[in-house]
Nanobody, 124 residues
Framework: QVQLVESGGGLVQAGGSLRLSCAAS????????MGWFRQAPGKEREFVAV????????SYADSVKGRFTISRANAKNTVYLQMNNLKPEDTAVYYC?????????????????WGQGTQVTVSS
């Protein structure tokens, strides 16, 4: 069982930066692939980034590639999402999620555990 708590969201101007954190409980955190997803009002939840269980492999949505960086600190049971050069279209609730199946997936349904989300708002 894993519990996830996101933090670090807020209001930022276009071009600014934020770093999201996701603190996980559970002794097997290092065994999970971890993903970040986002959901804007009226839209479906979409993939943002994923990092493998040992952190050596990452993948990003095309819309954030080159601007966002996912990382993890297994000793701290924490995964991060550094977001630079933010755009108004990045405005959404951001969720972290854990996948115990080693799929390294970009699909919402493949993830077993979800946090409550943190709001990111980018003003133009």
């Amino acid at each position: 069982q894993v519990q996830l708590v996101e933090s670090g969201g807020g209001l930022v101007q276009a071009g600014g930066s934020l770093r999201l954190s996701c603190a996980a409980s559970g002794r097997t955190f290092s065994s999970y692939s971890m993903g970040w997803f986002r959901q804007a009002p009226g839209k479906e939840r979409e993939f943002v980034a994923v990092i493998s269980w040992i952190g050596g492999r990452t993948s990003y949505a095309d819309s954030v590639k080159g601007r966002f960086t996912i990382s993890r600190a297994n000793a701290k049971n924490t995964v991060y999402l550094q977001m630079n050069n933010l755009k108004p279209e990045d405005t959404a609730v951001y969720y972290c999620a854990a996948d115990s199946s080693f799929k390294f997936s970009t699909i919402v349904g493949d993830y077993d555990y979800w946090g409550q989300g943190t709001q990111v708002t980018v003003s133009s």
